[in-house]
C-alpha cells in the first residue's frame, strides 16, 4: 500500500537555524514526490517536486531510495517560512498520497 | 494569475441531503481532482478525472460521491445523502498538459449537522 509518513506533526526552529521537516514514503513502484506548502489563510501550493531537483525558496529536498525519504531542508530558517507542509506521492495513473503534514514554526 | 475557484466557501447542509460543490479550474488545465481534508486529519484524495470520464478514484469515493464536468468550465463533485462524517474541508485542483504540478482551489467548508 502506498504510505507518506510525516511524523513530526509541529516543529519548531529559531531563525537563521537549519531547518529539517520529514517525510518516508513507502511505495512499491517508481515514485515521484512532492512538497507542497500552505500559508496562513492561503491555500496549497506546490513547493518543489523531486523530479525538477530544484532549489524553492531555499529549500531543497533530495528523494533517497534506500531510505525511502524526501526531506525538506533549508539551511537557514526565516520567518516567511512558517506554514504547514505536506510530503506527497504521486502513485501510478493520477493518484496522490498525502501526509498528515508537519507545521513549522520559526521563532524570531 | 489564473487560479481555481471554487464556491462556496462554506456550506452547511442537513444528514441525508445533497450537496453539490462547484470548482472552476485553471482554463487550460487537462486533469481535474477533488481532495478531502477531515479536522486535524491528512489530505485524502477523492477523484481525479480527465477527458471527461473519471481516471482514478480512491476507496473513500464510493456510489454517495459523483463528479460532472458539465459545461467546460465547471467541475462539481456531488454527495447524494450526506453523513456526519461527510464534514470536512473539500479541496478540488487542476494542472496543466504534460506536468503534474496541481494548482489547488481555496477549498470549501462542508458541515452536515
Known amino acids: 500500500a502506498q504510505r507518506v509518513t510525516q511524523p513530526e506533526k509541529l516543529l519548531s526552529v529559531f531563525k537563521g537555524a537549519p531547518v529539517e521537516l520529514k517525510c518516508n514514503y513507502s511505495?512499491?513502484?517508481?515514485?515521484?514526490l512532492f512538497w507542497y506548502v500552505q500559508y496562513s489563510r492561503q491555500r496549497l501550493q506546490l513547493l518543489l517536486r523531486?523530479?525538477s531537483r530544484e532549489s524553492i525558496k531555499g529549500f531543497t529536498a533530495d528523494l533517497n531510495k534506500g531510505e525511502t525519504s524526501f526531506h525538506l531542508k533549508k539551511p537557514f530558517a526565516q520567518e516567511e517560512d512558517s506554514a504547514m507542509y505536506y510530503c506527497?506521492?504521486?502513485?501510478?495513473?493520477?493518484?496522490?498520497?498525502f501526509g498528515t503534514g508537519t507545521s513549522l514554526t520559526v521563532i524570531p | 494569475e489564473p487560479e481555481v475557484t471554487q464556491t462556496p466557501s462554506h456550506q452547511v447542509t442537513q444528514m441525508g441531503q445533497e450537496v453539490i460543490l462547484r470548482c472552476v479550474p485553471i482554463?487550460?488545465?487537462?486533469?481535474f481532482y477533488w481532495y478531502r481534508q477531515i479536522l486535524g486529519q491528512k489530505v485524502e484524495f477523492l477523484v481525479s478525472?480527465?477527458?471527461?470520464?473519471?481516471?482514478?478514484k480512491s476507496e473513500i469515493f464510493d456510489d454517495q460521491f459523483s463528479v460532472e464536468r458539465p459545461d467546460g468550465s465547471n467541475f462539481t463533485l456531488k454527495i447524494r445523502s450526506t453523513k456526519l462524517e461527510d464534514s470536512a474541508m473539500y479541496f478540488c485542483?487542476?494542472?496543466?498538459?504534460?506536468?503534474?504540478?496541481?494548482?489547488f482551489g481555496p477549498g470549501t467548508r462542508l458541515t452536515v449537522t
Open positions: 478525472f480527465y477527458n471527461n470520464e473519471i481516471s482514478e
Open positions: 511505495y512499491s513502484g517508481s515514485p515521484e
Open positions: 482554463s487550460n488545465h487537462l486533469y
Open positions: 523531486h523530479i
Open positions: 485542483a487542476s494542472t496543466p498538459p504534460g506536468v503534474y504540478e496541481q494548482y
Open positions: 506527497a506521492l504521486r502513485a501510478t495513473g493520477n493518484q496522490f498520497y
